[in-house]
């Protein structure tokens, strides 16, 4: 985990900041984005790709992070605004990464971004590395970051709609989550572009009522 030197990048000297999502592919719940700014390469035991630790590994990297970062910011963007005409998944994440990045203060001297498209209408040297999560350790740090919120949003999604198993599948197509939506229906945090959430919904007309109760 670095990697820094071979990017061009000198971990000693500059704020180097790393940008990551989570959440492109449920078909409930938001996206979050995050953020995270170091100055120099801390120790961090076990940060990785968030996806590949447990919660409560993750969980505990957070307090780390936020003591370690020169500066650390989440964005979410809820379901309510996925669900509008306007916009693709993709476009939404790299929204979200740029308002993250824009939150940073001090602005970093540079930016790690994870996967293949750089943020546009930044004014600052970047550079987008794929699988960064499992790469750069400022870009796993904003991946927990971004996982450990979107987590505890999903667990209180769960209280509020119960039925679904929020709290465990986080909104994925899990096979318990697709039996609840065919039973159940959707509720207003499903995302309305997903097929098993259309095909649930028993007219257009029910669609659109679904996308009024978000307006």
């Known amino acids: 985990m670095g990697h820094l030197e071979g990017l061009g990048i000198d971990p000693g000297t500059e704020l180097v900041a790393g940008a990551d999502e989570v959440g492109r592919g449920p078909m409930a719940g938001p996206l979050v984005a995050a953020a995270v ?64 990045v824009g939150r940073l203060n001090p602005e970093p001297d540079r930016l790690l971004v994870d996967g293949r498209f750089p943020l546009e209408g930044l004014d600052l040297p970047q550079r987008a590395v794929v699988h960064g999560d499992d790469l750069c350790l400022a870009v796993a740090a904003a991946s927990v970051l971004a996982k450990v919120q979107r987590d505890q949003i999903m667990c209180e999604l769960d209280r509020l709609w119960p039925g679904y198993g929020f709290a465990r599948n986080k909104g994925y197509c899990t096979a318990d989550h697709l039996e609840a939506l065919e039973r159940l229906g959707p509720c207003p945090v499903h995302r309305l572009r997903f097929g098993p959430v259309r095909a649930s919904l028993a007219s257009p007309e029910a669609v659109q009522g679904m996308l009024d109760l978000e307006d």
């Open 37 to 100: 700014a170091f100055r120099s390469v801390p120790w961090l035991p076990g940060l990785r790709d968030s996806k590949k630790l447990k919660p409560a590994h993750r969980e505990a990297l957070v307090p780390w992070i936020h003591c370690q970062a020169v500066s650390w910011s989440v964005y979410v963007v809820p379901v309510e605004v996925l669900n509008q005409p306007k916009g693709t998944i993709h476009s939404h994440s790299l929204e979200a990464m740029r308002e993250c």
